[in-house]
């Protein structure tokens, strides 16, 4: 039987984990701890813990043994781990030993592979959007403008797109201008994608950004923010859509007010699971 007032956060990059630390006390958690990662996540990002556990990532057996010891059966994987820095990585024994026995190597992969060892451990990766259900959509307009016609279509071609790539682990984003796909994302992530339309295709581009069909939710959720919006506006794209129930966002009162004073529609669409 799972405690279920007790929590592990596997904590990455940027304010994720503190929202869901946030998120968690708020529901009532009474105990929760975070593995942090050296160069990776910040102190301030997880100092509302009860305790902090600081590893090197690329270190497997450190990571499993630090999981043991702390008893919690519920554990969250939450922010960013740069998917670059896989390659760049000083890995252990046990973390060699993991990826040399992957076919196929890539972030889903890599991070399904890492979830199968956590949970070897007895315990249970929960979604990263637990707790997070503040941060959202609802399906339809989240900004104050609605898309035309043509950007309408648009994302309906985006999201085509990612469905039928989905099983070749391109990024969760791509940018559509009249009808041409102009960028998909690898693994540069989002902003720099959406610089790369701006450059490539010019003003008028729509940015889709949703999950891929059969998503695993327990490390990997797309999420916009005030930035994502920032990039769009110097890109020259006009719009960006979303997945309700399936993406967050981030600081959501700036990021639409960001986004009313520069006349960029926010969409979310049906769900599409």
Known sequence: MLDQDELLIIAGRRE???????????AGLRRIEVIAFRGETRAVSVKGADSVHWLSFGSLAALLECIKTTGIQRVMMVGQIAPRNLFS????EAARALLNHLNIRNAHTIFSALIREIE???VQVLPAHTYMHDYLPA??????????EAEECDMGLGIRYIRQ???F?????VVVRSGYIIAVEAMEGTDRTIRRAGRVGGRGSVVVKVPRQQHDFRFDIPVIGP???RTMQRAGASCIAIESQAT???SRSKTVALANRAGIAIYATESLR
């Not at 994720?16 to 708020?26: D, L, N, Q, S, T």
């Not at 399906?139 to 035309?148: K, N």
């Not at 682990?169 to 984003?173: A, I, R, S």
């Open 139 to 148: 399906p339809g307009s989240v900004s104050a403008r609605p898309p035309t």
């Open 89 to 92: 990585l000083r890995l252990d």
């Open 248 to 250: 967050l966002i981030f």
């Open 16 to 26: 994720y984990p503190r929202m869901v630390i946030e998120g968690a006390r708020a």
């Open 169 to 173: 682990d391109v990024g969760q984003t």
């Open 227 to 229: 930035q994502t919006i």
């Open 120 to 122: 070897s451990c007895g």
């Open 165 to 167: 790539q989905s099983a």
